[in-house]
């Protein structure tokens, strides 16, 4: 894990991503200008969408991984999510097994993934 990489805007796990050492974020990311977590973000001068008062599924957040994990910091921290994470990482739990997807995608329900995060079982 790298812990310093952090959250994304959107709420996906820079610091667990299989990408971190290739990627340089979402301020020159090469779909930069079609992500529309990071163009409503910045619209908002917001540095994260879990920071936003609204309840939104716009771009990313309309799938359970980045909902949930942008949920989870707006109820608990980013500091929280990261910690969970990390703890989880060392528990064995995988956040990109194949390709992009992982332990954290098997879910439909955003509060199961919630506990899951909080937990590191499933229900």
């Given amino acids: 894990m790298k812990r310093e990489l952090g959250i994304a805007r959107c709420g996906l796990a820079c610091c667990l991503c299989s990408e971190n050492g290739k990627c340089a974020g979402c301020s020159v990311c090469e779909e930069k200008d079609w992500c529309e977590n990071r163009k409503c973000s910045l619209e908002k001068d917001l540095s994260h969408c879990y920071l936003c008062a609204e309840d939104c599924r716009k771009g990313l957040l309309g799938k359970s991984k980045p909902y949930a994990f942008s949920l989870f910091c707006k109820r608990y921290g980013e500091a929280a999510l990261l910690d969970c994470l990390e703890r989880n990482e060392k528990n064995g739990i995988v956040y990109h097994r194949e390709g ?24």
């Fill in 100 to 123: 992009i997807l992982g332990d954290y995608d098997d879910f439909d329900d955003v509060e199961a993934l919630i506990e899951f995060i909080k937990t590191g079982r499933k229900a």
